[in-house]
């Protein structure tokens, strides 16, 4: 069999395998166990429980369940409220309002939790209630929450990058500091769009303005100065190289506690809580690492990755034009699969023809990769945000999904963004090199 014939195969055993409802991990081994099984003539037991212990033993993996905790305990702490409540005196008369709140909050707390399910969750509890009694329309509440919570997966400390940097062997440092730049970007996006769209639909955004002092205004940020100086202290002693990303994820969880203490939210039920909570995260995303861990095997076992890039070369498709063809590829994944899924699963075939056939930066692709998981975050059926939102909000999904559609033309246009201006992403990277 041709390596296509290969891909076409062993990606329709494995949708039907999803399809039929079983967890995402075991149906990601279990496609990767039969397929050693029946093409290869290579020990399935003793690779699967090699590579099984390879892919998690690993002492950069002990940041993966460090800046989960910090995340969960922050998550719990009440800082959401006061971050929420801190911004939106600060964007009151700008087109939009308090809409940009939403914008702004989910930005910073992406810096906190790496996830984007939670951030979407913890600032949407806090805005759609306090939005709803102030009038604004209640779908652009909800889509700007779905699509502002979408940069919780690439603002470090980001767990898809996090991922994405072990599976292929990269810097977390690195990952960490070129995501920093492109969140932004996107965030400004989102904020722009907002203020223009209330521009010609003021209706859209309540008019009643509150009256803010200077006074409350340095008050608000003072009160959020703790979650700042955490965020700025993780991402600060990674860039200048004094930690490496584990030591600076136990700094965050001692930091994170701290800062409990400081909101007087502290609890031993909530460490507690907290604790649970990210054994069951950590569980979960060591086990699809494990099982694409067999899948990656497979792959290279099968010689997939080299008889593509022949296969491509041979059909002379320009750089540019694959590039096209994967980042389609990509979003249509998106409307079946979560984005942490499709990373894991794509990664053992894309990875080696993107960077090391058609040369493509490392750090560039991981960046751009998980711009393009962000869009299956917020893309129908599947977009897990669409369904945080939707509980949150009471919307219904359709509603949803209506308004945070020009969202994901947003991020689409960052990826085109990235593409024509990859120093976006590769300038502090660079930095930190030199330094």
């Not at 009440?78 to 939106?88: I, N, Q, R």
């Not at 909050?105 to 709803?132: H, N, Q, R, Y």
């Not at 010689?303 to 890039?309: E, V, Y």
Request: charged share 10%.
């Amino acid at each position: 069999m041709s390596e296509v014939e290969l891909v076409i195969l062993l990606f329709g055993a494995l949708l039907l395998v999803l399809l039929s409802g079983i967890w995402i991990g075991v149906g990601i081994g279990l496609a990767g166990m039969v397929a050693m099984a029946v093409f290869t003539r290579y020990p399935v037991g003793k690779m699967m429980a090699s590579v099984c212990m390879g892919s998690i033993n690993s002492f950069v993996l002990v940041c993966l369940p460090g800046f989960i905790l910090m995340g969960e305990i922050l998550f719990r702490s009440g800082a959401s409220k006061d971050l929420y409540e801190s911004v939106s005196p600060w964007v009151s008369r700008i087109p939009g309002r308090l809409l940009h709140s939403n914008v702004i909050s989910c930005t910073i707390f992406a810096a906190l939790s790496g996830s984007s399910a939670a951030t979407a969750a913890t600032i949407g509890t806090v805005a759609v209630p306090e939005l709803k009694r102030l009038g604004y329309n209640p779908g652009l509440v909800s889509g700007s929450l779905a699509g502002a919570g979408t940069l919780g997966l690439l603002i470090p400390p980001s767990i898809a990058l996090i991922v994405y940097g072990v599976i292929t062997n990269n810097s977390i440092g690195q990952l960490y500091v070129a995501g920093f730049v492109p969140g932004l970007m996107l965030a400004l996006m989102f904020m722009l769009y907002i203020a223009l769209f209330t521009l010609v639909r003021p209706e859209y955004a309540t008019e009643s303005v509150e009256a803010y002092s200077w006074r409350e205004r340095t008050m608000g940020l003072v009160k959020i100065l703790p979650t700042a100086g955490l965020i700025f202290m993780v991402l600060g002693l990674i860039y200048l190289g004094v930690t490496t990303p584990t030591e600076a994820a136990i700094i965050g969880v001692v930091g994170a506690l701290f800062t409990t203490f400081l909101y007087r939210s502290f609890s031993f039920k909530m460490v507690l809580e907290s604790m649970l909570g990210t054994i069951r995260t950590s569980c979960m995303l060591f086990l699809i690492m494990m099982m694409a861990g067999i899948l990656s095997s497979t792959v290279a076992y099968l010689k997939i990755p080299s008889g593509l890039a022949y296969t491509v070369s041979q059909a002379g498709l320009s750089p540019g034009l694959l590039f096209l063809m994967v980042s389609i590829l990509y979003i249509l994944l998106g409307c079946f699969f979560d984005g942490m899924s499709i990373m894991l699963l794509t990664l053992p075939i894309i990875y080696p023809l993107m960077v090391t056939e058609l040369k493509y930066d490392p750090i560039w692709f991981g960046v751009v990769l998980t711009v393009l998981i962000e869009v299956a975050q917020v893309t129908p059926p599947i977009g897990f945000n669409l369904y945080v939102i939707q509980h949150v909000s009471g919307q219904s999904i359709t509603t949803v999904a209506k308004y945070s559609l020009p969202f994901t033309g947003l991020l689409i246009l960052g990826v085109i963004l990235l593409y024509l201006l990859p120093d976006i992403a590769l300038f502090l990277p660079g930095q930190m090199v030199q330094r």
